[in-house]
């Protein structure tokens, strides 16, 4: 599968983003979708993840829950994170990730977990 990451921008403190991931080359409802972010001079970090049915198990990191919402469309092939309330620390380019042959309701948090990846999509919040 190909994985598009759009969305990314330039905003100020406290401002919102919704981030998509277009999906195309397979069926993209077998996939387990994964959010992912690198800062600057730091390692990729798990951000948010769903499983394969939009219904089901979803996954944060504990520095956006309550901020970011990561949901999908199986029928628009497309996975969106919802990002709220953003801070100067999100800043990152932030990367979709994709894994194929999962049973329904697993979900992955480690980079390792995922074998599609997207070209990433800068987000910069200013404070």
């Known amino acids: 599968v190909q994985l598009q990451a759009s969305g990314g921008g330039l905003v100020q403190t406290g401002a919102s983003l919704r981030l998509a991931c277009a999906g195309s080359?397979?069926?993209?409802?077998?996939?387990?979708i994964g959010w992912f972010r690198q800062a600057p001079g730091k390692e990729r970090e798990f951000v948010a993840a769903?499983?394969?049915?939009?219904?089901?198990?979803?996954e944060y990191t504990d520095s956006v829950k309550g901020r970011f919402t990561i949901s999908r469309d199986n029928v628009r092939n497309t996975a969106y994170l919802q990002m709220n309330s953003l801070k100067p620390e999100d800043t990152a380019i932030y990367y979709c990730?994709?894994?194929?042959?999962?049973?329904?309701?697993?979900?992955?948090?480690?980079?390792?977990?995922?074998?599609?990846w997207g070209q990433g999509t800068l987000v910069t919040v200013s404070s």
């Open positions: 080359g397979r069926t993209f409802s077998s996939f387990a």
């Open positions: 990730a994709a894994r194929a042959g999962v049973v329904f309701g697993v979900v992955g948090t480690d980079r390792a977990f995922y074998n599609y």
């Open positions: 769903i499983s394969r049915n939009p219904s089901g198990r979803t």
